[in-house]
């Protein structure tokens, strides 16, 4: 594994809010996200499919940055590395697994037009880790959310 991630690729959501990034050395991919919404349209929770690309068990991160209508960060949230609804109970996804995620990405200015980005930051495995810097993550999830429109 690397020690960090490089190459980042665009993968969108179920709902064109969510925008996924998936590192191309990860171990882990990101495969789907449904967005739930409040009442009035702002997001409020996001669950996310995390496939392990290996065949080893690992345990991971996941970061969601929440970016308003004019592609300012506004919120980033971080997953618990072992203990979340969809994760085994030691917290790794077994090899070649599949699990989900759910992250509370509520914001009280949040509005239908804020965007979510989710990504892996950090993936441990038979003692190799693999992770990604959080300012280029920042950086890749803003112009992500900017070309969108």
């Known amino acids: 594994m690397a020690v960090n991630g490089s190459a980042q690729a665009l993968v969108r959501g179920s709902d064109p809010a969510v925008i996924l990034l998936n590192a191309d050395d990860a171990p882990v991919e990101l495969t789907d996200a449904q967005l739930v919404r409040g009442p009035l349209g702002a997001p409020e929770t996001v669950r996310v499919t995390v496939r392990n690309r290996t065949l080893a068990p690992l345990a991971f991160q996941i970061e969601s940055l929440l970016f308003n209508e ?30 989900s995620e759910v992250m509370t990405v509520y914001h009280v200015e949040g509005n239908p037009n804020w965007h979510v980005v989710v990504a892996i930051t950090k993936a441990t495995a038979a003692g190799q880790q ?8 920042k950086a890749k999830a803003k112009e992500a959310v900017l070309s969108k429109g």
């Open 70 to 99: 004019k592609g300012t960060l506004r919120m980033q949230v971080f997953s618990s590395p072992v203990s979340s609804p969809g994760r085994p109970p030691n917290g790794q996804v077994p090899g070649n697994g599949t699990v």
């Open 130 to 137: 693999w992770s990604i810097d959080n300012e280029p993550l």
